[in-house]
């Protein structure tokens, strides 16, 4: 998030207005944009009239006659609880923050009009197919007709900004999914990370380095290529500046899991899935269930956007996990010193001419708006240098290096079919239907886990993975040979897929996914793996699971990990009382990570001890590998992660050659030592009191709650928690790290029972309105952090059983709606 001194001076906000409403008046402010769920409501463009239930936690069920009145409707209650987070994402999107917040979020918004997500969207948005289009259309219909509606009382971050929101596009309805894609997709930063490795202690070494490689597979520098230890800083300083909304890929992962009938206590396959992404206010998620046409699906949606990301349908159920896959590559390219343009560059011996792109952002409180120029070569945007006449430079005015021009290649910039595998995915009617519809869905690659009503479970994976000519995609690459072009995409019908698996259950946990005999070459940034070891050793402890039994998956937080760790506890200097006490805590430590747990304390220091002090032997490489210092802003702590597995094996095995010029025990006795030191000093000398949830608590943060007078309005927490990347119920905060606080987690959580779909139950981390004035802004916290979780009904009869409030949307002609408004405002 960004600090105060960003969003108070340069947004401009009117200190006043937040002092005002953290005063008297703040419970009537915030109430007053409190949309009407209730009673009839006129809305243009309707063919008949659609029924809004929410129910007891706020979730809506939409009942309409037709596809596209259905899908108005979603647009239009979307709007209604959460217009402010999908006018903050479309924005963030599509490079317009500055506009709200100026300077702060220039940088943000030049990364992202370089890498041309509006641009891709609207290309994108011209090659829809009819269906989709019209569908698309429709819900953009609604969210106009809230906007216009509601045009003097809108949420109130519109209020504190003095924004009134421009009408939305199609195109605006795509931008988020090539945002999201950037979340999940950050390989052209460990090419990075791998480069600058070699720049700064070789190849040998930087292959030791190197995450589950194997150590036959040496890293091969590509010829003609001369790395260095700053390449590409300016590219990935404008990506951090992104990262001060919306966190990059660190630590963004996800669980989900499918058993067939003969596991399951209720006869049916049953499924569960949690997406790991940053805990935000609102939640990412929006929870929806839509029947009309030829459409009948509940789940997560993210607002904004139409359909339903994760859920169930009559027929079957899905969950998604992130594949890691590799399908962004850097070229360095040579641009031709004597041009004066800047724009001509080398490919195969001949000189071509890169697209240039002007982009114009308008920057809230300056006059003049910033100039932005893309250059754009035949293997896409070059990320991380200007044209030679221009001065690059970060918002607190220091001039970067010059930098050798990098490409990025990725499948994220050119039109996908994302919506249309969303709306296909929704009414698929089985296995053949589902993975037809995953043939669409282009980006970002996902896992899919499967269960339907007949018995079967399965998992596939959707998305556009490349083929290369040459090369894994594993380091940056010269882009004027020719050799390493993609050759095209692994056929969809060909991408990894299994039905009905002998041991009657599939588990995804962005873990490794396929093996050496897989025909086509497969690079991918896999996740060390512990989390699917530990969620197949708990399916396979209960013969048969039911909904509390997958509840117990959700909420386990074992440290497979930690438990290694401990096993070392007996090799561990004890020079004093306190460190023979925290000694003794961590051998018999049972390697719960839950908030209250002593032992989980010791390791989580410890394990970044080791890791800074196993690679201390070169600063540059500890700080690169680690993320600290100068290399803070590269994705160290990912590539620190996957690397911890293998330093744990060599400390176990006491392979000293991996530790340069000291001993595995020394390495230990160092590590131990150093965390034995700050824990006393952070948390004082008594051992029992050196609970988890002291150094470890999320506090839920709005774009807005770095104000403190709006803090304590939109923000929430601090929470004690539990979990780290390597447990089930994953809990991610970085604290040695640079960059702005953040909390990756469970951002939504459901169990889907074929046998009954009433059975199904799922939560979010918030609550299921954006408004902080609403009492559904901030409901489902606790319940989600005690792993709880509210029904999902499904049939018609319980959905009456549940309801709270009942709206009907009427169609109406447009003066119609000025007299509504009108007598609603002299109210």
């Known amino acids: 998030m960004i600090s105060l001194g960003q969003l108070g001076k340069a947004a401009g906000i009117v200190i006043g207005t937040a002092a005002g409403l953290a005063g008297v008046g703040a419970i009537a402010a915030l109430r007053r944009p409190l949309p009407r769920t209730s009673g009839t409501l006129p809305l243009p463009g309707l063919k008949a009239p659609v029924k809004v239930i929410r129910d007891r936690w706020g979730v809506p069920h939409i009942y309409a006659a037709n596809n596209e009145d259905l899908f108005m409707a979603q647009g239009y209650v979307h709007a209604q609880d959460r217009l402010w987070q999908m006018e903050f994402q479309r ?70 900004l003095r924004l009134r929101p421009r009408p939305w596009t199609v195109a605006d309805v795509i ?137 169930h349908n009559e027929h079957i159920a899905w969950g998604v996990t992130n594949t890691r896959n590799d399908v962004q590559d850097l070229y360095l390219e040579k641009f031709d010193p004597t041009d004066p343009t800047g724009l001509r560059y080398e490919y195969q011996g001949r000189w071509e001419t890169a697209e240039l792109v002007r982009e114009e952002i308008v920057v809230r409180g300056q006059r003049e708006v910033v100039i932005e120029e893309v250059r754009i070569t035949r293997h896409g945007p070059i990320i991380n240098a200007l044209l030679p006449d221009q001065k690059q430079s970060i918002s607190n005015g220091q001039t970067t290096h010059a930098d050798q021009p990098l490409a990025l290649r990725w499948t994220a910039l050119t039109p996908g079919r994302l919506l249309r595998a969303v709306f296909r995915l929704n009414r698929a009617r089985d296995w053949d239907s589902f993975r037809a519809a995953l043939a669409d869905w282009t980006v970002p690659p996902q896992n899919f886990t499967y269960a339907d009503v007949e018995g079967n479970i399965g998992y596939a994976l959707g998305g556009d993975v490349p083929l290369r000519a040459k090369g894994d995609g594993r380091l940056p690459v010269p882009g004027w040979t020719g050799e390493y072009e993609w050759v095209g995409i692994i056929p969809h019908a060909e991408l990894p897929h299994v039905l009905n698996p002998p041991e009657g259950f599939v588990v995804t946990a962005n873990n490794r996914i396929v093996g050496d005999s897989y025909p086509y070459p497969f690079p991918a940034e896999w996740m060390n793996g512990y989390r699917a070891a530990r969620i197949r050793q708990l399916i396979e402890q209960t013969p048969r699971h039911d909904a509390e039994s997958f509840a117990r998956i959700h909420a386990d937080v074992r440290s497979l990990p930690g438990l290694e760790l401990a096993s070392l506890a007996g090799r561990l200097p004890a020079d004093d009382p306190v460190a023979q006490q925290a000694r003794d805590t961590l051998a018999t430590w049972n390697g719960e990570l839950s908030a209250d747990s002593v032992g989980g304390t010791i390791y989580a220091r410890l394990r970044e001890r080791l890791l800074i002090i196993a690679c201390a032997d070169a600063a540059d490489m500890l700080n690169l590998v680690v993320g600290l210092g100068a290399f803070a802003s590269l994705p160290g702590r990912d590539f620190a992660h996957r690397l911890f597995p293998e330093l744990l094996r060599r400390l176990s095995e006491r392979d000293d050659r991996f530790f340069g010029e000291r001993t595995a025990d020394e390495i230990l006795a160092a590590a131990w030592n150093a965390t034995i030191a700050e824990l006393r000093a952070e948390l004082g000398d008594d051992v029992s009191t050196w609970r988890y949830g002291r150094i470890h608590s999320l506090t839920i943060r709005h774009p807005l709650g770095s104000l403190p007078a709006l803090a304590t309005i939109f923000n929430r927490g601090p929470f004690p928690t539990g979990g780290d990347l390597d447990t089930v119920n994953m809990g991610f905060l970085p604290r040695e790290f640079a960059g702005p606080p953040f909390y990756v987690a469970p951002s939504y959580r459901q169990i889907c029972d074929t046998a009954d779909w009433d059975r199904s139950q799922s939560i979010q981390p918030t609550g299921q309105s954006g408004h902080p004035g609403s009492r559904h802004y901030s409901d489902f916290i606790q319940p989600w952090l005690n792993v709880q979780y509210h029904p999902m009904p499904w049939s018609r009869s319980r959905v009456e059983e549940v309801a709270a409030l009942r709206m009907t949307l009427q169609p109406a002609e447009e003066h119609e709606v000025s007299a509504s408004v009108q007598a609603r405002s002299a109210l």
Request: aromatic letters at 8%; glycine letters at 10%; hydrophobic letters at 45%.
């Open 91 to 160: 924005r963030a999107a599509s490079g317009q923050l500055a506009e709200l917040f100026g300077i702060a979020a220039l940088d943000s918004d030049r990364f992202i009009r370089v890498l041309g997500f509006s641009r891709v969207a609207q290309r994108e948005a011209d090659t829809l197919d009819d269906e989709t289009r019209r569908l698309v259309e429709a819900y953009v219909r609604g969210v106009n007709a809230f906007i216009d509606q509601h045009a003097g009382n809108l949420p109130i971050e519109f209020t504190i």
């Open 175 to 311: 931008v988020w999914g090539k945002m999201m894609a950037l979340q999940l997709a950050h390989n052209w930063r460990e090419e990075l990370v791998r480069a600058r490795l070699i720049a700064t202690v070789g190849a040998e070494r930087a292959a030791a380095l190197e995450p589950r490689y194997p150590d036959d597979h040496p890293i091969i520098v590509p010829p003609g290529v001369q790395y260095t230890r700053t390449m590409g800083q300016s590219a990935i300083d404008r990506a951090d500046a992104v990262a001060r909304f919306f966190p990059d890929g660190a630590g963004q992962g996800s669980n989900s899991w499918a058993v067939a009938p003969q596991r399951s206590a209720g006869g049916g396959a049953m499924l569960a899935s949690d997406p790991h992404l940053a805990i935000t206010m609102p939640s990412l998620w929006y929870e929806n269930h839509l029947s009309g046409g030829d459409f009948h699906v509940t789940g997560a949606s993210i607002p904004g956007t139409p359909g339903v990301i994760i859920g």
